[in-house]
């Protein structure tokens, strides 16, 4: 199962800049420090990860102790599959700020990746305790306890995150995974259809769609659901082997 993009640190509130710049350094950098931090913010929700590096890594230069610019930081590094270096910038953002929610968040993906869900289930549930309506942390915990086996945990969870955001295809297909897991196929036939329709552009989810259609012996449905993962880019190898595998299976 795949994260959605990592949450961002968004740019630090006026209080939290003016705390950076009480004293030193003077003025000037001060307005040059919140520049940084708002273009790091920016080119990071971008995906643009160099140029979110070098104003995060400026930003730093003028306020090492700064926890946004830290937790920002991380994420860049969890993007790039270096997580060594995202839980040390992350840890060091929670150090400065305790109460940094997206901070445990992103600590708390960077523990699933590197496949310690415990770990990761005690961060989500930091970040939850500190913002309870941060959705894609209930998601990490619902995420984490699944892999824990503790399934009616991870549904309670997962069944939350689903009705409070019923448009995020995202959250469909997660619990659409655990129906999987479950055997519940006409359950993950729905969610899965779910997040297929809402995020169309997805092969991913024509694929998943298309291998629970196949369990179910819907031949049809699921040579459709592979035909319309084909017809976008970046299609999984798996979406050709199952159209091949369902026309065979639907032939008299």
């Known amino acids: 199962m795949r994260f959605r993009r990592p949450a961002l640190a968004l740019s630090s509130t006026a209080t939290l800049l003016f705390a950076a710049c009480a004293h030193d350094p003077p003025v000037?950098?001060?307005?040059?420090?919140?520049?940084?931090?708002?273009?790091?913010?920016e080119e990071l929700a971008r995906g643009n990860l160099d140029k979110a590096e070098a104003h995060c890594d400026m930003g730093l230069e003028f306020s090492p102790q700064h926890p946004e610019l830290r937790a920002n930081r991380g994420v860049i590094?969890?993007?790039r599959n270096d997580t060594a270096t995202a839980k040390r910038h992350l840890r060091l953002a929670i150090k400065l700020n305790p109460d940094h929610p997206q901070a445990h968040l992103n600590l708390g993906f960077t523990y699933f990746k590197e496949g310690d869900p415990e770990s990761a289930r005690k961060r989500?549930?930091?970040?939850?305790?500190?913002?309870?309506?941060?959705?894609?942390?209930?998601?990490?915990?619902?995420?984490?306890?699944?892999?824990?086996?503790?399934?009616?945990e991870a549904r309670k969870e997962l069944t939350t995150v689903r009705d409070a955001a019923p448009d995020n295809a995202n959250f469909h297909r997660t619990?659409?995974?655990?129906?999987?897991?479950?055997?519940?196929?006409e359950g993950a036939r729905?969610?899965?259809?779910?997040?297929?329709?809402?995020?169309?552009?997805?092969?991913?989810?024509?694929?998943?769609?298309g291998s629970v259609l196949m369990k179910q012996r819907r031949f049809s449905e699921a040579e459709a659901a592979f035909h319309r993962c084909l017809r976008l880019q970046e299609a999984p190898a798996?979406?050709?082997?199952?159209?091949?595998?369902a026309r065979r299976a639907a032939e008299p």
């Open 238 to 245: 798996e979406c050709q082997t199952g159209l091949e595998q």
């Open 190 to 209: 729905q969610n899965l259809d779910k997040a297929a329709q809402l995020a169309p552009e997805n092969p991913l989810a024509w694929q998943e769609l």
């Open 124 to 152: 989500f549930s930091q970040a939850l305790s500190l913002k309870p309506d941060l959705l894609d942390a209930r998601q990490g915990l619902g995420l984490a306890l699944m892999k824990l086996g503790r399934r009616e």
């Open 175 to 185: 619990l659409g995974m655990l129906d999987y897991q479950e055997q519940n196929l």
């Open 77 to 79: 590094a969890l993007m």
């Open 28 to 41: 000037i950098e001060c307005g040059l420090l919140g520049n940084h931090l708002d273009l790091c913010a």
